[in-house]
C-alpha cells in the first residue's frame, strides 16, 4: 500500500511539473506571437523607413543657374556643357593605384594629388570626389578609353557658368565661383541645395540674385549593398533650371562703352529719362569672369590685382569722383529755384576771384567778360559761378542737389559695393570734421571741387531729370513684365507727378528749361566747351555739359609753366567728364563718361558721346519695338 501511494505522488508531480512546463511555453509562444505581430503590422512602417535609409542612397547633381540676358533676349549669362572627372570612393579597388594611373594620364600634380586624399577624408563613402572641373575633349576621350583599368573613376559631362562676352559685363554680373563657409552659412537655399562642384553668386547681380538664379538639383536615387556599393539605380528626378531675368542694358551700346574707354580708366553710362532704364553701365578696365569659373591660377590674379588701373573696382557705382564743372547745371537750377539770380543776372569775369586774401582761378586766365547764365554755362565761367554759389549757400544747393540724386545711391538694393558719395554742407562739416563752414568752400563746391564726391551713375541720373522736364524717376536694371514704349513712359511720368508731388524736382519749369538750353549752348554753339563734339543733325542733336576735375591743388609754379597734359604725370593729370542727353528736341536718352587722368572734358570725354549717341538713338527704335516676353518680377 505504501509503496503504491508513494508511485501515485510521484505521478502527480510529474504531471505538475509538466503542465507549468508546457504553460510556460504557451505563455512564451503567445509573447512571440504578439511580438511579431507588432513588429510585422504596428511597427512595420518604420522599420520599412529604417531599412530603405540603409539601402537606397541619393545622389544630388548641382543645380543649373537660370540665364541672364540682355533687353534684346541675348544671353550674357548662361551655361554650357563641361567634361568633368568624378571619382566614386566606394567603387574604388585601390585608392593609391587609381591616383597613380590618373596622375600620368592627366599629368595631376603632386599638390593636386594632396588635395584630392585631403577631400576624400572629408566625404562620406558614397560622396564623389571631383578630381578635375573642366577635362579637355581630349583628356575626357582618354579617360574614357581607359576605364576598363580605372575601377572608381567617373567621366562626367554637366553644365557651367559661361559669360559669352568675357569682360563687358563684369561689373554688372559679378562672377560664380565655389561657396565658402559665409556663403552656406548666411544663405538657407544655397545650404539646401549644395553639393560639391556648386557654384554661387560672388559679385554683382549673380550674387544678389542668387535665390532666383540657383536652380534646384537633379537628384539620382541608388540602391545600395550591406557595404554601400551601388547596385542599382532606382529614380532619376530631374532638376529645374533657375529664372531667366532679363536686363534693361543693350549690349551693343555696352560694347561700343568698352572699345571707347580701351586701355583707359573710367567709366560710362546711359539711361532712359522717362523710364530710368539703365542701357549701358561699363566700368573700365574691366576682366573676364569665366577666369573664376574653376579656379584662378595665382599669376592671372595678381595680373588683376596688380593693375594700376584696378580693374576690381566698379567704377561706374563705387567709384567717387568730383563731378567739376559737370555740377554747374545743378547750381544754376538752385539758384534760379531759390530766386537768387534770374537769366539775366551777370558777373564780370576777371580771370580770378579775391576773397579773405585768397585768390580763386577761373580756367580763363585772363577772363571772360560780363556773363550771363547762357553763356557762362556754354564757356564753362568759374567765376559765374564762384558767385552765384556765394549768393546761394551751401546748404540751399544741398537740398538741390538730393533732389537730383546726388550724394544717394541709386542701383544700391541690386549692387552691394555701391557708393552713396558726399554732397557736403555745413552740418556735414561740423558733425564729421568738427569745424565750421568756411565761404570758401561754398565756392570751390560751386565748381565742382572740395569735399563733393559724386558716382558716375549718379551724374546720369542727375543729367536724365534734367532731360525730362525736372521728374523724379527710379531707374532699375532688371525689366518689368510690361515695359514701356516712349509715349506711355512719358504719360506714365507726368501723371505719377500729379498723384505724388515729390516726383516733381521743379518749382517753375521754366528754370528747367533755361537749363536745358544752356547746355544746348554748351555743345552746339560757337564758344561752347563741347561744340567740337556737336552733332548738326536733329534726329542726334544733343545737349551736354563738360567738367574737368582735379586731383591735386595746382601750385602756382605748375600754373605758370602751363605743361600740355603729356608733360603731368598719370596720376596728376586731372579727370575728365562729359554728361549730356539727346535728342534735343524729344529727349530720351542721358549719359555721363569719365575718363580718369584724361585731362579736359572738352578733349577726351565729349567726343564720346558723339559716337554713343549715334548709336543709341539709331538703336531707340528696335527698343520700342522689342516684342516682351515671359519675366520674373522682382
Not at 560672388?202 to 536652380?215: A, D, F, S, V
Request: aromatic letters at 10%; proline letters at 4%.
Amino acid at each position: 500500500m505504501i509503496k503504491e501511494s508513494s508511485g501515485i505522488r510521484k505521478a502527480d508531480v510529474i504531471n505538475r511539473r509538466m503542465f507549468i512546463i508546457g504553460a510556460a511555453k504557451v505563455i512564451i509562444f503567445t509573447g512571440i506571437i504578439a511580438r511579431l505581430f507588432s513588429l510585422q503590422i504596428n511597427d512595420n512602417t518604420k522599420y520599412l523607413t529604417l531599412s530603405d535609409k540603409n539601402r537606397i542612397r541619393e545622389w544630388k547633381l548641382p543645380p543649373t543657374r537660370g540665364n541672364i540676358v540682355d533687353y534684346f533676349g541675348n544671353v550674357i549669362a548662361g551655361n554650357l556643357k563641361v567634361y568633368q572627372l568624378h571619382i566614386i570612393p566606394e567603387q574604388v579597388e585601390s585608392f593609391n593605384y587609381l591616383l597613380s594611373r590618373l596622375k600620368v594620364l592627366l599629368e595631376l600634380s603632386d599638390k593636386k594629388i594632396s588635395n584630392i586624399l585631403k577631400n576624400k577624408k572629408q566625404l562620406k563613402p558614397w560622396e564623389s570626389i571631383i578630381v578635375s572641373e573642366n577635362l579637355s575633349w581630349s583628356e575626357f576621350v582618354k579617360v574614357n578609353n581607359y576605364l576598363y583599368d580605372l575601377a572608381g573613376a567617373k567621366p562626367v559631362m554637366t553644365i557651367s557658368r559661361n559669360y559669352p562676352f568675357d569682360d563687358i559685363y563684369t561689373h554688372v554680373l559679378g562672377y560664380v565661383s565655389q561657396p565658402n563657409e559665409n556663403d552656406i552659412l548666411q544663405n538657407e537655399i544655397i545650404q539646401e541645395r549644395f553639393v560639391p562642384g556648386m557654384k554661387v553668386g560672388k559679385l554683382g547681380l549673380e550674387k544678389t540674385l542668387e535665390n532666383y538664379l540657383i536652380g534646384t538639383n537633379a537628384i539620382q536615387r541608388y540602391e545600395v549593398n550591406a557595404y554601400g556599393k551601388r547596385i542599382n539605380q532606382l529614380e532619376y528626378q530631374k532638376g529645374k533650371q533657375g529664372s531667366k531675368i532679363r536686363l534693361t542694358v543693350d549690349t551693343e551700346v555696352q560694347k561700343l562703352s568698352a572699345k571707347l574707354l580701351e586701355n583707359k580708366a573710367g567709366s560710362i553710362s546711359v539711361m532712359d529719362i522717362y523710364t530710368g532704364e539703365v542701357v549701358a553701365m561699363y566700368s573700365s578696365p574691366s576682366y573676364n569672369p569665366n577666369l573664376f569659373l574653376f579656379g584662378i591660377s595665382n599669376d592671372e590674379w595678381a595680373l588683376i590685382r596688380n593693375n594700376p588701373l584696378k580693374p576690381l573696382i566698379n567704377k561706374t557705382l563705387s567709384g567717387l569722383y568730383s563731378p567739376g564743372s559737370t555740377i554747374k547745371p545743378i547750381v544754376a537750377l538752385s539758384a534760379l529755384e531759390n530766386d537768387i539770380i534770374n537769366p539775366s543776372f551777370k558777373v564780370r569775369c576777371t580771370g580770378k576771384t579775391e576773397l579773405y586774401d585768397q585768390t580763386f582761378h577761373c580756367w580763363k586766365e585772363k577772363g571772360h567778360g560780363l556773363v550771363g547764365l547762357n553763356n557762362a554755362m556754354k564757356q564753362s565761367c568759374d567765376t559765374y559761378f564762384y558767385e552765384i554759389a556765394r549768393l546761394l549757400g551751401v546748404d540751399r544747393l544741398k537740398i538741390t542737389a538730393k533732389k537730383f540724386g546726388l550724394g544717394e545711391k541709386v542701383l544700391g538694393e541690386y549692387f552691394e559695393n555701391e557708393k552713396k558719395g558726399l554732397f557736403p554742407n555745413t552740418s556735414w562739416k561740423k558733425n564729421n570734421l568738427g569745424k565750421g563752414w568756411v565761404l570758401g568752400e561754398t565756392l570751390i563746391t560751386g565748381i565742382g571741387q572740395g569735399y563733393i564726391q559724386t558716382t558716375p551713375l549718379q551724374l546720369c541720373l542727375m543729367t536724365a531729370q534734367i532731360a525730362n522736364g525736372g521728374y523724379s524717376i527710379k531707374p532699375k536694371i532688371i525689366v518689368n513684365n510690361n515695359p514701356l514704349n516712349f509715349a506711355q513712359a512719358k504719360q506714365a511720368m507726368e501723371k505719377q507727378s500729379l498723384i505724388n508731388s515729390n516726383t516733381q524736382l521743379f518749382k517753375d519749369k521754366k528754370n528747367i528749361k533755361i537749363i536745358q538750353e544752356a547746355m544746348f549752348s554748351s555743345t552746339n554753339e560757337i564758344m561752347g566747351t563741347s561744340y567740337r563734339s556737336r552733332i548738326d543733325d536733329p534726329k542726334y542733336q544733343f545737349a551736354g555739359k563738360t567738367g574737368t576735375a582735379q586731383v591735386k591743388r595746382i601750385s602756382k609754379r605748375e600754373r605758370e609753366l602751363d605743361l600740355k597734359l603729356e608733360q603731368i604725370p598719370y596720376n596728376d593729370r586731372d579727370h575728365a567728364l562729359y554728361v549730356a542727353y539727346g535728342p534735343y528736341k524729344n529727349p530720351r536718352y542721358a549719359l555721363s563718361i569719365i575718363v580718369e587722368h584724361g585731362g579736359s572734358g572738352s578733349k577726351a570725354a565729349a567726343p564720346m558721346a558723339k559716337k554713343l549717341f549715334k548709336l543709341i538713338i539709331d538703336r531707340d527704335e528696335l527698343r520700342e519695338k522689342q516684342p516682351n516676353f515671359e519675366e520674373i518680377n522682382i
